[in-house]
């Protein structure tokens, strides 16, 4: 992250911050004859991201079954933590400028502890394949938020096709509800409002410095308080291990919340966060076919028809201009 400073050596610039330096420019043109080459490695790692989120609620279903919903997240993040610590100490990254600790505090409220929380939740009344397809309210909401923050303006086309795909995953959650809310969409639609400013954010900064550092640095920041819930959690929460728990607590500690943020937010660098987070139109199918295969949850015939429509707006929006 801290690749923004500019004592930062030259040498993590050179490799990690590249996506940034070759990709869309604030003003969304290209930058030069590398762009595209840029534009497609970008797309290749934000796309990375989504397959590594798209196992992140198959694996914190699995790590409910030995965690309660609080140490869990607190563990992960206590364990993705230590795992960012020690790459930045053993890369002697210098601390972030002054200016950037606000984003990253952002960054760090959304994704490390907001939507791992508010998620987790919700998962303990709705089943994965069902919280996926909600969660493919994502893509629009970022995109919101990054037209928000950053000022960028994506074509109408992009927004057609996002709000086709928007108004899909409302249908189905209203469907599947029976026409109403329940507790559990209401802890997933506060996780999408929390993720879609974490990634905005740590998107932009992605933009200045290398993917990691953003997320390593917004993990240290949190690790204080998720050292402390993680002990506190763990003697209130009974523990029971298994496989299948250690399994799922470790990848949603190493894969989705460390590996996972880094490679998404290399490619928001690279291709802008409008056009990366329309990719995540893709995570619903994608957990929707971990839920059956590694949960043998049973699958609702509009569940995939849902995801696969939501799908289809990925090619227009990719091909849109952001």
Known sequence: MTAENSATPRSAIAVDA??????????GSSAGPTASPAAGR???????????????????????????PWSLVAVRSTLAALIAGAFLLAMRVPLPERRHWAGLAVAAG?????????????LQTSTTSHAAVVVGLLPLTTATFAAIRTGRRPSRTFWIAAVSGAAVVIGFTLQQSGGALSTGDLYLFGALLVCAAGYTEGGRLARVMPGWHVIGWALILCLPLMAIGSAVALSFEPVHLTVHG????????AGST???LYVWYRGMAAIGIPKASQLQLAQPLLTLVWSVSLLGEPLTPAAPIAAVAVLVCIAVTQRAKS
């Not at 590249?18 to 003003?27: E, Q, R, V, Y």
């Open 246 to 253: 250690v399994v799922g607590l470790v990848w949603v500690a």
């Open 258 to 260: 460390f590996f996972g």
């Open 110 to 122: 959304g994704v490390v502890v907001g939507f791992p929380l508010l998620t987790t939740l919700a």
């Open 42 to 68: 970008g797309t290749l790692l934000a796309a990375l991201g989504v397959v590594a989120f798209s196992l992140t609620f198959p694996s914190t279903a699995w790590g409910l079954e030995s965690f309660g």
């Open 18 to 27: 590249g996506p940034s330096l070759t990709g869309p420019t604030a003003s």
